[in-house]
């Protein structure tokens, strides 16, 4: 990973009524930095470091527990904690010492009957435990899905249970989803203040696929509820890092961009300089805390990998740079219809015969997706209007849809739209998209992103090189088109 730029660019009701979240959640979650290690004299300490770092001070004000607190229940259903971490048997001295330096507490459960670490899960103890958070003095619950049914509707009415009870309680308690799935998206505004849409993010790859996985979730994302691409990491108990400080910062630009909670899962009572500037950095909170509350979209690139390109890297357009082999290609190279990449040797192809185009071999030999001795789909025509096309896919034109950078097949326009007119300079080796002729076909690295979110003040924008390479990772005159934004208009940054 190379770079990573984040630039400001000078209500909905809530989600669930309990009056929570109009902001994501800022805070600290226990799991990454001690998992099993968990004791309640290890988050006295945390607490008291949130307060000297001065994190409080931006915002972040929850501790909250995640597995390895519970032991069992008692007779009546009440659950107890694991005496040798946390002796009192409940969690309430811990909740009353954080409320004591004026921060909030959290804790744990799952929808299962089992947590994932196999502690007590919460399966038909909604009520109880409810009662018995507020209790305590909870001021938020994280439920997991471990040991719990994947149908989509049971999973829908098992945390219907517990939002239910926790609102019966009377104690305004933020319910946080842990379903691990991008399908509570559509649904988690009527359960909870947040919902989880990815895997455990765990390193830097898990963090790109929440990301990839985050992009298409925006339009659920309002004040009240957000799409929860997981933790922020950095060092553990042990010193031990997840990421790179870099990959750390760039995780913390993107969550920002993308409205999503802020729970530094790191060990703050002995973090380095650098993390603890990354995660003290108020214009970049702001972003993220912006009461506008509407979650970034990708304006330019397309999926995320830790390496910087996909297995079969897309074809996409950039701004035109003469001087780029990987914008430079040879048409009828190395047989007729074939488009050959001067730099990598790699040429046009309907990935799978479908309507992805990707960059693949030069495949000559033996047959394709299409069959024995079949080519079509490495064989592209450019005609006199402007239009490029597959055999493999009759009546369907290349088109760089919306706003976006990654080039697929659709039906044919007439007359000939912009976003499917191509032009191609033989002495250059320039495949121009758009009349304008200022983007060029290119085989995205995979690892370039524009990110932009509107915030009252105007725009956020992420400029990101995720890739192995420098690279040049500008903002075109399309992109600032997806942002409203008109030619000859004044940017104030």
Not at 244 to 259: D, E, H, L, Y
Not at 386 to 399: D, F, I, K, N, R
Request: hydrophobic share 35%; aromatic share 10%; glycine share 10%.
């Amino acid at each position: 990973m190379r770079a990573v730029v984040l630039l400001a660019l000078v209500a909905l009701g809530a989600a669930l009524d309990n009056g929570l979240g109009l902001t994501p959640q800022m805070g600290w979650n226990s799991w990454y930095d001690m998992m099993d290690g968990l004791n309640e004299q290890l988050v006295r300490e945390t607490a008291d470091a949130l307060i000297s770092t001065g994190l409080h001070k931006l915002g972040y004000t929850y501790i909250n527990l995640d597995d390895c607190w519970a032991e069992g229940r008692y007779p009546n259903g009440t659950v107890y904690t694991e005496r040798s971490k946390f002796p009192s048997g409940t969690l309430k001295p811990l909740a009353d010492y954080v409320h004591s330096l004026g921060l909030k507490f959290g804790t744990y459960t799952d929808r299962g009957d089992k947590t994932c670490a196999g502690r007590p899960g919460s399966l038909g103890y909604e009520t109880i435990d409810a009662q018995t958070y507020a209790s305590w003095g909870i001021d938020y619950v994280k439920e997991d899905s471990c040991y719990a049914s994947s149908d989509h509707d049971t999973a829908f009415e098992e945390y219907g249970k517990m939002r239910d009870a926790l609102n019966a309680t009377g104690r305004p308690i933020f319910f946080s989803l842990c379903g691990w799935e991008d399908w509570y998206a559509p649904k988690g505004w009527s359960l909870g203040n947040s919902w989880r849409i990815g895997p455990d993010d765990t390193n830097w790859p898990g963090v790109l696929q929440n990301v990839n996985i985050n992009s298409q979730l925006g339009q659920y994302a309002r004040p009240g509820g957000w799409n929860d691409p997981c933790l922020l990491l950095a060092e553990t108990m042990t010193g031990d890092l997840r990421m790179t400080p870099r990959q750390t910062r760039t995780q913390f630009s993107f969550w920002a961009i993308m409205a999503s909670p802020l729970l530094i899962s790191a060990n703050i009572r002995n973090m380095s300089a650098e993390n603890l500037e990354t995660y003290s950095n108020a214009e970049v909170i702001a972003i993220d805390q912006d009461p506008l509350g509407v979650q970034g979209v990708r304006l330019f690139g397309g999926d995320l990998s830790p390496s910087g390109a996909a297995e079969n890297p897309p074809l996409g357009v950039m701004p035109c740079n003469a001087a780029a082999a990987t914008q430079q290609w040879d048409w009828d190279t190395p047989a007729t219809g074939y488009v050959k990449n001067r730099g990598n040797g790699n040429c046009f192809n309907v990935d799978n015969c479908g309507t992805d185009l990707i960059t693949f071999e030069c495949v000559t030999t033996g047959g394709t997706c299409c069959g024995v001795n079949c080519y079509k789909n490495m064989q592209f025509v450019l005609s006199p209007n402007g239009t490029l096309t597959s055999p493999v896919q009759p009546g369907q034109c290349a088109e760089v849809p919306g706003s976006g950078s990654a080039i697929t097949l659709v039906p044919c326009a007439s007359p000939v739209s912009d976003a499917q007119f191509f032009q191609y300079d033989h002495a250059r080796g320039l495949i121009t998209q758009g009349r304008a002729a200022s983007r060029c076909v290119v085989q995205a690295e995979g690892g370039i992103n524009v990110w932009g979110r509107k915030i009252t003040q105007g725009w956020a924008v992420l400029f990101i090189n995720a890739g192995a390479n420098d690279a040049d990772v500008t903002c075109d005159a399309q992109c600032f088109a997806a942002m409203g934004f008109k030619p000859g208009q004044i940017l104030h940054v």
